[in-house]
């Protein structure tokens, strides 16, 4: 994801630590993601954990899974407990479950995520 210079500006601008971390490191962008359903399950695991933590959360619930991508089709008809015994909070496993099985259906188009707008 490439971030404008406007848009960098408008950061600094707002926000004294943003505009200290711009200033020292400048270009912010990030690549585009090559599977966004992977990257929101780690997003979801990854909240308020530290990077270790996550990590060893995200392997020990691909190692459930029996695979390394988070494949929805085997995700799906996991339950609750299962998720929680690789360390996972009951919310957190709710949301990944939740995600797993709408991307299964068909309901949650995660490629239409790439053309909208953050605003």
Known sequence: MQIEKHELDHLAAIDADLKSLIARYGDLSFPDS???????????????LSYQAANTISRRVQEAVGAPDFDCAKLKDMDVSMLRACGLSTVKAQSILDLARRTHMGTLKLRSLVNMSDA
């Open 34 to 48: 090559k599977d966004i359903y992977k990257d929101l399950i780690d997003t979801i695991i990854g909240q308020m």
